[in-house]
């Protein structure tokens, strides 16, 4: 039996902070994608870094680096084949 890896969403309020995030997380050779935030967390242009669970403490230091607050880290509950979000 295959056991799924908790998977969890960075959220910045706009695209540059989680780009420049996002390339940093790319050159450590972190598997991440960087998405629109879901409406289920907040309305507008924001976007996150969808990352394992593998990966938070890299990219816990990365934020400590570029010195930047986000908007919340979210970890995303699978019910089925929708999915939900608990703030960390």
């Known amino acids: 039996m295959k056991v799924e890896e908790n998977e969890y969403l960075v959220i910045y309020p706009g695209h540059n902070i989680a780009a420049l995030l996002y390339q940093r ?32 403490d890299i990219i816990r230091g990365e934020i400590r680096k570029i010195d930047t607050k986000p908007k919340g880290i979210y970890r995303i509950v699978k019910k089925g084949k929708s999915e939900s979000y608990e703030m960390i």
């Open 25 to 56: 997380l790319l050159k450590k050779s972190c598997n991440v994608e960087l998405v629109s935030t879901p409406v289920k967390i907040t309305y507008g242009c924001s976007k996150s870094i969808r990352f394992k669970e593998v990966y938070i």
